[in-house]
């Protein structure tokens, strides 16, 4: 049974940042691709970025472009999603999830999700 459990979710300043991590346990880790969604106050479930199972390709919806950068470290079973220039309207519970091509996550194709972090950005 594969789990993915989230962390690094917090309270920042406007301009400021946080890198959350998301460790898969359970299952082969480096077959999989991952990615990072998000779902704000009132919103519905949206798409971050998402990685390739060997971090060769990346996709990201176009409001964190330039900003967020997700990565892979698949000796430790660990995909992060550094975010950067953090803005208020960035608020959200952040998701991992997993799926078969980083496209599809893209795509909102998706196997597995985590239980979520609280990432709050304030003025």
């Known amino acids: 049974q594969v789990q993915l459990v989230e962390s690094g979710g917090g309270l920042v300043q406007a301009g400021g940042s946080l890198e959350l991590s998301c460790v898969a346990s359970g299952g082969v880790f480096d077959i999989a691709a991952m990615g990072w969604f998000r779902q704000g106050p009132g919103k519905e479930r949206e798409f971050v970025a998402s990685?390739?199972?060997?971090?060769?390709?990346?996709y990201y919806a176009d409001s964190v472009k330039g900003r967020f950068t997700i990565s892979r470290d698949n000796a430790k079973n660990t995909v992060y999603l550094q975010m950067n220039s953090l803005k208020p309207e960035d608020t959200a519970v952040y998701y991992c999830?997993?799926?078969?091509?980083?496209?599809?996550?893209?795509?909102?194709?998706?196997?597995?999700w985590g239980q979520g972090t609280q990432v709050t950005v304030s003025l």
């Open positions: 999830a997993d799926g078969p091509t980083a496209w599809g996550l893209q795509q909102n194709s998706v196997d597995r």
């Open positions: 990685i390739s199972w060997n971090g060769g390709h990346t």
